[in-house]
């Protein structure tokens, strides 16, 4: 078939301003792999947490740190090459690093004019530290409003959990493992341990990743004065993070804690997926029409 074309102007390309209004990011930052989730598009970007000093659209970032190119210090970086690893085992290492991956990764895919609402998932544990570094991170995108939510809870609106009963939510990432108790939707207790999938190696096999979430549940239960623990461990326990596809690992976890195991669907992605249903949540919300504040938690 053929036709002649549609003459091309230049407000054809330009979004409209709905679209500039409700532009927003769902953004998962693991030390492993960053994942993105933009409205209108889906899952964009799955990519391992890496940058690198140079030029580029990480000028800007650059420049709004008052650093042309990063340091290279530190644990964010690999001594001898331009690569540099701004996320450490749930802590944001090098900030702008981190800005520059995003800018790289997101700027180009964003309405030119829009400044998108951003929802930032984080360490149930991560605290303060790691939502102000997030927030400052991600302000190289200049969104209108940034909010945070435990990675926890975003795994658990991926899988449409119950939330109004006691959760148990086990987050089996590459470098960091979290357990987590939810109860009304927020984090009552965690813990977590500084090893994940990407240490199992001939000295570390997968057992001992499966009996550091066995420990970290009976510490909990041991220590908790409730019956919130007990009932959420009744009811069986969340898997999520790459973590949750090893058969060796959740087949070891299985057999030692003797509660139902229940994997979410496209474990390795349900944080990220899960703040994208958050951020459409906030979208409809009255304050995103213009009196959202600039930083928020979702607890």
Same mark, same amino acid.
């Not at 239960?221 to 409730?226: A, F, H, I, P």
């Not at 976890?253 to 951020?279: D, Y």
């Given at each position: 078939?053929?036709?002649?074309?549609?003459?091309?102007?230049?407000?054809?390309?330009?979004?409209?301003?709905?679209?500039?209004?409700?532009?927003?990011?769902?953004?998962?930052?693991?030390?492993?792999?960053?994942?993105?989730?933009?409205?209108?598009?889906?899952?964009?970007? +799955?990519?391992?947490?890496?940058?690198?000093?140079?030029?580029?659209?990480?000028?800007?970032?650059?420049?709004?740190?008052?650093?042309?190119?990063?340091?290279?210090?530190?644990?964010?970086?690999?001594?001898?090459?331009?690569?540099?690893?701004?996320?450490?085992?749930?802590?944001?290492? +090098?900030?702008?690093?981190?800005?520059?991956?995003?800018?790289?990764?997101?700027?180009?895919?964003?309405?030119?004019?829009?400044?998108?609402?951003?929802?930032?998932?984080?360490?149930?544990?991560?605290?303060?530290?790691?939502?102000?570094?997030?927030?400052?991170?991600?302000?190289?995108?200049?969104?209108?409003?940034?909010?945070?939510?435990?990675?926890?809870?975003?795994?658990?609106?991926?899988?449409?959990?119950?939330?109004?009963?006691?959760?148990?939510?086990?987050?089996?990432?590459?470098?960091?493992?979290?357990?987590?108790?939810?109860?009304?939707?927020?984090?009552?207790?965690?813990?977590?341990?500084?090893?994940?999938?990407?240490?199992?190696?001939?000295?570390?096999?997968?057992?001992?990743?499966?009996?550091?979430?066995?420990?970290?549940?009976?510490?909990?239960?041991?220590?908790?004065?409730?019956?919130?623990?007990? +009932?959420?461990?009744?009811?069986?326990?969340?898997?999520?993070?790459?973590?949750?596809?090893?058969?060796?690992?959740?087949?070891?976890?299985?057999?030692?804690?003797?509660?139902?195991?229940?994997?979410?669907?496209?474990?390795?992605?349900?944080?990220?997926?899960?703040?994208?249903?958050?951020?459409?949540?906030?979208?409809?919300?009255?304050?995103?029409?213009?009196?959202?504040?600039?930083?928020?938690?979702?607890?």
């Amino acid at each position: 078939m053929t036709g002649t074309p549609a003459p091309r102007t230049t407000a054809a390309h330009r979004p409209g301003p709905q679209c500039r209004r409700y532009c927003g990011i769902a953004l998962d930052l693991g030390s492993a792999r960053t994942r993105a989730w933009i409205t209108g598009s889906g899952v964009v970007v +799955d990519v391992p947490t890496v940058t690198c000093t140079g030029t580029g659209a990480g000028s800007e970032a650059g420049a709004r740190f008052g650093t042309g190119t990063a340091t290279g210090t530190g644990t964010g970086s690999a001594t001898g090459t331009g690569a540099l690893y701004p996320v450490r085992r749930g802590a944001i290492v +090098d900030t702008p690093g981190c800005a520059r991956m995003l800018l790289r990764l997101l700027a180009d895919r964003l309405p030119r004019l829009g400044h998108p609402l951003i929802v930032v998932t984080a360490p149930a544990l991560g605290g303060l530290a790691y939502r102000t570094q997030a927030r400052i991170a991600v302000d190289a995108l200049r969104p209108r409003g940034v909010l945070t939510v435990p990675s926890a809870r975003a795994v658990a609106v991926a899988a449409g959990a119950d939330m109004s009963r006691p959760l148990l939510v086990a987050d089996i990432g590459a470098h960091l493992t979290e357990v987590v108790l939810l109860h009304e939707g927020a984090v009552t207790d965690a813990r977590r341990t500084a090893l994940g999938t990407g240490d199992l190696d001939g000295t570390t096999p997968p057992e001992r990743l499966s009996e550091a979430v066995a420990l970290m549940l009976t510490a909990m239960l041991r220590q908790d004065r409730t019956s919130l623990t007990a +009932d959420a461990l009744a009811r069986g326990v969340l898997l999520a993070g790459g973590g949750a596809l090893r058969p060796e690992i959740t087949g070891r976890l299985a057999g030692l804690l003797h509660t139902p195991l229940s994997v979410v669907p496209a474990p390795h992605t349900a944080a990220v997926r899960g703040a994208a249903r958050l951020l459409q949540v906030a979208h409809t919300h009255p304050s995103a029409s213009g009196g959202l504040p600039p930083a928020a938690d979702l607890h």
